[in-house]
């Protein structure tokens, strides 16, 4: 894990928030690669949510909200942490989160004082007067922005249950214990779908996304032995869902862990908003001639964590033959999916000379109206090789000195380090080829 965290900030992915001073605990921000790698993990998503699917809307809701809905839905009195002190260091943890033998993390001790409730949402105020009419809160989940929304959809787009509303943006949760890196953060980015159905098929469709969900992770590329179901207890699910099960990754500084959560949040929201509100959040049948109120099922997931499991998986180290000194010696390579890959193709002039350099500028300039590229031409060509494998550059186009006779230029694959001869004319066309498989 230490070298993933070292990797990830050595290399452009993420940064520590704030960091020139001494930071901000829980806050991360995305590098120029990190930014690449999350925006290709939403596209990916919104493919398979929304795009290929007929049923299914996109929805871009505001993080402010009106303080009633966050009454209405419960998480005012209901979204909470257990919080207890340290009476020796006065150090605060979630009560869940601490070792079976309750000594603390900081001094040791295990004198603690009494779990008590502490709500995870960031209180803020809306206009210049700071005073309790004033005050709303930094959502801590999209979904509510989907049910405020759902008579509007309906009007606005004649949809037929069951349907899908589908949503990505930041979320906020003022968590007691942060760490791991992006395990467990207080500002984050959800992709989040609530699918609306009959209450009679909810069951059926909880076990259809379950399947639909754990076939996407498989697809992007995360080994299956790193994943597995886990239904909760009844203990431990929400104060709205009926039924709950995890996506679990095997997490290596914790083992098994939630990745993703999928939810059965029957019809408690839409009931909840319609009695609050005065306002009508049914649904007409057409065919039965009568109004339903949906019952939901939530696939819920943070792009920050996907993107961490996506790297800890991909992070290899191998020992591979160096072209300079032809002897083995470990490369560092990330095994990322081509199609998440922050970088697809570097181009590489052998070395710097002029001419090569004019033929691989106007390759990059082709290629870069397509695809995500990048021109290095400092250091070995051997040193650019290896700084590509660790940011997952799964193609390098070398330009040398044949390519100014035979008009081609050497293709090296990442992960075979297998190289081929490619017309500079079919470079574009060989590229969209790799890409376009699974």
Same mark, same amino acid.
């Given at each position: 894990?230490?070298?993933?965290?070292?990797?990830?900030?050595?290399?452009?992915?993420?940064?520590?928030?704030?960091?020139?001073?001494?930071?901000?605990?829980?806050?991360?921000?995305?590098?120029?690669?990190?930014?690449?790698?999350? @925006?290709?993990?939403?596209?990916?998503?919104?493919?398979?949510?929304?795009?290929?699917?007929?049923?299914?809307?996109?929805?871009?809701?505001?993080?402010?909200?009106?303080? =009633?809905?966050?009454?209405?839905?419960?998480?005012?009195?209901?979204?909470?942490?257990?919080?207890?002190?340290?009476?020796?260091? &006065?150090?605060?943890? *979630?009560?869940?989160?601490?070792?079976?033998?309750?000594?603390?993390?900081?001094?040791?001790?295990?004198?603690?004082?009494?779990? *008590?409730?502490?709500?995870?949402?960031?209180?803020?105020?809306?206009?210049?007067?700071?005073?309790?009419?004033?005050?709303?809160?930094?959502?801590?989940?999209?979904?509510?922005?989907?049910?405020?929304?759902?008579?509007?959809?309906?009007?606005?787009? $004649?949809?037929?249950?069951?349907?899908?509303?589908?949503?990505?943006?930041?979320?906020?949760?003022?968590?007691?214990?942060?760490?791991?890196?992006?395990?467990?953060?207080?500002?984050?980015?959800?992709?989040?779908?609530?699918?609306?159905?009959?209450?009679?098929?909810?069951?059926?469709?909880?076990?259809?996304? =379950?399947?639909?969900?754990?076939?996407?992770?498989?697809?992007?590329?995360?080994?299956?032995?790193?994943?597995?179901?886990?239904?909760?207890?009844? @203990?431990? $699910?929400? &104060?709205? +869902?009926?039924?709950?099960?995890?996506?679990?990754?095997?997490?290596?500084?914790? %083992?098994?862990?939630?990745?993703?959560?999928?939810?059965?949040?029957?019809?408690?929201?839409?009931?909840?908003?319609?009695?609050?509100?005065?306002?009508?959040? #049914?649904?007409?049948?057409?065919?039965?001639?009568?109004?339903?109120?949906?019952?939901?099922?939530?696939?819920?997931?943070?792009?920050?964590?996907?993107?961490? +499991?996506?790297?800890?998986?991909?992070?290899?180290?191998?020992?591979?033959?160096?072209?300079?000194?032809?002897?083995?010696?470990?490369?560092?390579?990330?095994?990322?999916?081509?199609?998440? #890959?922050?970088?697809?193709?570097?181009?590489?002039?052998?070395?710097?000379?002029?001419?090569? /350099?004019?033929?691989?500028?106007?390759?990059?300039?082709?290629?870069?109206?397509?695809?995500?590229?990048?021109?290095?031409?400092?250091?070995?060509?051997?040193? $650019?090789?290896? *700084? =590509?494998?660790?940011? %997952?550059?799964?193609?390098?186009?070398?330009?040398?000195?044949?390519?100014? @006779?035979?008009? +081609?230029? /050497?293709?090296?694959? $990442?992960?075979?380090?297998?190289?081929?001869?490619?017309?500079?004319?079919?470079? @574009?066309?060989?590229?969209?080829?790799?890409?376009?498989?699974?």
């Amino acid at each position: 894990m230490d070298k993933v965290v070292s990797l990830s900030k050595r290399r452009g992915f993420i940064f520590p928030g704030s960091e020139i001073y001494s930071g901000l605990g829980g806050i991360y921000d995305l590098g120029p690669l990190g930014v690449e790698l999350a @925006n290709n993990i939403k596209k990916a998503w919104w493919k398979n949510i929304v795009r290929e699917r007929d049923n299914v809307v996109g929805l871009d809701s505001a993080i402010l909200m009106n303080r =009633q809905v966050w009454h209405t839905s419960g998480h005012v009195e209901s979204f909470a942490d257990p919080l207890v002190e340290c009476k020796n260091c &006065h150090t605060r943890f *979630r009560d869940d989160t601490l070792p079976k033998s309750k000594n603390c993390p900081i001094c040791g001790k295990k004198d603690w004082t009494a779990p *008590r409730q502490f709500n995870l949402m960031f209180k803020t105020h809306i206009g210049p007067l700071e005073e309790e009419g004033t005050e709303t809160f930094l959502r801590p989940e999209t979904a509510q922005g989907i049910f405020v929304n759902f008579g509007n959809v309906i009007d606005t787009m $004649r949809v037929k249950l069951p349907f899908g509303i589908a949503q990505i943006g930041k979320g906020f949760r003022n968590e007691i214990t942060t760490g791991n890196f992006l395990f467990r953060v207080r500002e984050f980015e959800m992709m989040e779908l609530e699918y609306f159905t009959f209450p009679e098929t909810a069951e059926k469709d909880f076990e259809y996304w =379950q399947k639909e969900r754990m076939d996407w992770h498989l697809s992007l590329g995360l080994k299956k032995e790193s994943l597995r179901f886990r239904e909760h207890e009844d @203990n431990e $699910r929400a &104060h709205y +869902a009926t039924r709950s099960v995890d996506i679990e990754y095997n997490w290596p500084f914790m %083992g098994w862990g939630e990745l993703e959560g999928i939810a059965n949040r029957t019809d408690y929201d839409l009931k909840q908003h319609a009695k609050m509100s005065g306002k009508d959040l #049914s649904y007409f049948d057409e065919e039965t001639k009568k109004k339903i109120v949906p019952y939901v099922i939530e696939p819920s997931i943070g792009v920050g964590r996907m993107m961490l +499991a996506l790297i800890i998986d991909a992070y290899t180290e191998e020992k591979a033959p160096t072209a300079e000194k032809g002897e083995a010696e470990t490369r560092t390579v990330l095994k990322l999916n081509p199609t998440l #890959s922050p970088i697809k193709v570097a181009i590489l002039p052998l070395v710097k000379d002029v001419k090569l /350099t004019k033929i691989a500028r106007e390759i990059h300039k082709d290629l870069r109206e397509n695809w995500e590229t990048i021109y290095d031409e400092v250091g070995t060509i051997g040193r $650019r090789y290896r *700084r =590509q494998d660790e940011i %997952g550059t799964p193609y390098c186009v070398t330009v040398d000195f044949d390519s100014l @006779n035979d008009d +081609a230029v /050497t293709v090296r694959d $990442r992960d075979s380090m297998k190289q081929e001869r490619i017309k500079v004319d079919e470079i @574009n066309n060989w590229v969209m080829k790799k890409l376009s498989r699974p």
